[in-house]
């Protein structure tokens, strides 16, 4: 993932849910928090509010490839949880990315 590595543990995901800041856009919510490594790492979640699994895998890979292509331009050292809203459905890589550039942004961690 250009750079990053992927959240995996639970307890992981629960310290950004409670300690991390958060960002609130049409198709996507952003949790960012200060780890203590030299890399960033991303976990995405998609529920099962957003549709059956095709869906939920096409949301993912939205959000990862608009992950990747903003990626470049993020500060290093910060663990970030990305969660599909049902808005995203329908949606193309574009209008994600541009969420998700507008959450970057309003935390402040582009370079």
Not at 22 to 51: D, P
Request: proline share 1%; charged share 30%.
């Amino acid at each position: 993932m250009n750079g990053a590595e992927t959240l995996k543990l639970n307890k992981d995901f629960k310290r950004l849910y409670y300690r991390g800041k958060c960002v609130v856009t049409r198709t996507v919510v952003l949790y960012a928090q200060k780890n203590r490594l030299k890399n960033n790492r991303l976990g995405l979640t998609c529920g099962k509010s957003i549709g059956k699994a095709n869906k939920r895998n096409r949301a993912k890979r939205l959000m990862r490839e608009s992950y990747r292509l903003l990626s470049g331009d993020l500060k290093q050292g910060f663990d970030f949880v990305i969660i599909a809203r049902t808005a995203i459905c329908g949606k193309k890589c574009p209008s994600v990315q541009k969420d998700l550039r507008y959450a970057f942004d309003k935390l402040n961690l582009f370079l």
